[in-house]
């Protein structure tokens, strides 16, 4: 890993020398601590989440392209494995249509991270539950409908970003976005053909209704998304509620909270994925330290959904950091 980066590090450091392009990094970081125990016996600790590491250079006018190494955890149990999160070509066919092809940004939740805006301190929904991925090998077209309407379609292998393309299917989708100075909307519609044949089995599509509204000093958004055929099943439907806001209070300090609901149903009226599904509440206050660097005191609580109406929520606190550049 450390020969990884320190090779990383230098490819990123000659190309800019020889090119005027630019570097970039991104890094998430936190203090945790669980304040359901008792201090001495209370999970607590700091992390290192996220690092990103990256470079975009202008081929021409018309011509660019990035990469960019996502170091995190990954599913065998280490804590910093190094993927390649993008590797993308992008061309401005005109000035109103973008096309973008190799392993490339996905739109199925951008729109909602960007009105959420703190993927420091926590996932947006689709992202934390796995319901897509944030890159993946493909391609996709963005037209500028207006000034106030764009259109959007992609098709991807579908595994994400961390895995190999392991079948013949694609995955589709597309959506609209209207904005003004204030409110920006969003509509999109996401499909997974189906690899096993049956009455019991379908494509999977996964439809999101999401708004934005952005004032002087607050800013709110919420989205809807609804999962038909999960995992393929007939009837297996799924679904998130999600809301958030904040508001400046002044010298670069804000507050901030969210809350998302999840639920699901089969055939038979019954909440047939029970087990992963619950409440997440998160409340803080954050400031803007210095240009690419925020600091987020937050607590995070979390009610899993049960039989049992006394559950109770576990709690963790945070100091989540982010710094950029």
Do not use: C
Request: glycine share 8%; aromatic share 14%; proline share 1%.
């Amino acid at each position: 890993m450390k020969n990884l980066l320190i090779t990383t590090i230098l490819i990123l450091s000659s190309v800019n020398l020889f090119a005027q392009g630019t570097p970039h990094a991104k890094i998430f970081s936190n203090f945790n601590f669980d304040m359901d125990s008792e201090p001495e016996y209370a999970s607590k600790g700091f992390e290192i989440k996220r690092a990103y590491l990256g470079y975009k250079y202008n081929l021409s006018d018309d011509f660019s392209t990035k990469i960019t190494f996502d170091v995190g955890k990954n599913g065998a149990g280490s804590n910093y494995t190094a993927f390649l999160k993008i590797a993308s070509l992008s061309w401005k066919a005109s000035d109103k249509l973008n096309l973008s092809f190799g392993m490339i940004g996905t739109q199925n939740f951008k729109f909602m991270e960007n009105a959420w805006g703190k993927r420091y301190i926590y996932k947006s929904f689709m992202d934390e539950n796995k319901w897509a991925s944030s890159a993946d090998a493909g391609a996709n077209l963005k037209y500028t409908v207006s000034d106030n309407l764009t259109i959007d379609a992609q098709v991807l292998n579908g595994e994400g970003y961390k895995n190999l393309q392991s079948d013949t299917r694609f995955r589709g989708g597309a959506g609209i976005t209207f904005n003004t100075d204030d409110i920006s909307f969003r509509v999109s519609r996401d499909m997974i053909p189906r690899t096993m044949y049956g009455d019991d089995y379908d494509a999977q599509y996964i439809n999101t209704f999401a708004a934005m509204y952005s004032g002087s000093n607050i800013t709110l958004g919420g989205e809807y998304n609804l999962r038909e055929n999960t995992s393929f099943v007939v009837d297996n439907t799924s679904t998130a509620f999600s809301v958030y806001g904040s508001l400046d209070i002044g010298n670069d300090v804000s507050i901030f909270g969210r809350y998302d609901l999840s639920d699901s149903e089969d055939a038979n009226e019954n909440q047939w994925n029970i087990e992963n599904e619950g409440e997440l509440t998160i409340v803080g206050i954050e400031k803007q330290m210095t240009k690419g660097v925020k600091v987020a005191l937050n607590v995070k609580s979390y009610k899993a959904a049960t039989a049992d109406d006394d559950a109770e929520a576990n709690n963790m606190l945070y100091l989540n950091f982010e710094y950029k550049f």
